[in-house]
């Protein structure tokens, strides 16, 4: 259960990037600035010099400056902020420009996926609520608001989003995925795996499949004890993305079920190196190596699980 906690906050933060940087260049082009203001910008950020690209965005808001350029000028520094992750300057950034003239739908967005990264649902929520009621034919923001509903195990609510998402949009993998993990939450068996299955085939059909999907099959299909269809849909997630640890995990505990304890071994290996913020792959493979009479090994295995788990904060 902690583990499946701790993937929840993953899937919420980890898109965030990809969703709001794609722009930034033109952004930085297009900006109510001087040419070499533009430069300045430019250059700072490719160089991560924040506190110069600061100096520069703040030094071109002057006392005569309107109101909504200086506040394109804020939300861009917001948008840059959050790019390079630097989140709570983001929001600072954000809520000045969203003081001095509404954000655009844009870097609203951006601003409810900053909050949630800091951990601030509540805030989260109201902003992607008021995207929600400017846009209801939209998916986008009731599927996030579905998000929220299950990172804080308001699960009959996220279902009731989540298919409204579909109704929106029935090629959805990511509302089916969400859909499914809310009903195995629910102990809706069944349900959950029509669900997960669904996102799973609309998933390979997208230009750049996701291993969230097949993942999230495996993994349900493994805990059914459905070892041979779990495996062929953790394979097919690390095709997606050979350097997916949860995956990598996920497998070895496959692996491990069918007597495959060399294959096993090298998965939980390849899941604690390719994470450092996982700790269970570790534990699992000290008991495994226990398991097969590896005694030196599986002390070394425990004795990294015990240290990681210090370093987060014993979260698994």
Known sequence: MLLKAMCVAVLLVAPLLAQTGGGLPERIRSAPLSADEREAVAASFSQKAFD?????LSGAV???TPRDRASALRALLGALEF?????????EAFRQADALSPLDDRDRFTL???LIDIG?????????????ELHPKQGLYLYWLGRLDYDQRLYDAAVDKFKRVIALDPNSARAYDNLGLTYDMLGRTEDARAAFTKATELNRKLPKPSPWPPDNLGYFLS?????????????EALKYDP??????YHLARVLESKKRNDEAIEEYKSAAALDSTLALPLYSLGLLYRKVGKEAESAAALAEYKRR???????Q
């Open 120 to 132: 601030d649902p509540g805030a989260s929520r109201t902003h992607l609520a008021r995207l929600n």
């Open 309 to 315: 788990r210090a370093l987060l904060g014993d979260t």
């Open 52 to 56: 110069r690209l600061e100096t520069v």
């Open 62 to 64: 002057r006392p005569d």
């Open 243 to 248: 350097k997916f640890a949860l995956a990598h």
């Open 223 to 235: 805990r059914q004890q459905e070892f041979d269809p779990a495996e062929e849909n953790l394979r």
């Open 83 to 91: 790019a390079g992750g630097r989140t709570s300057r983001a929001i």
């Open 112 to 114: 409810a996926m900053a």
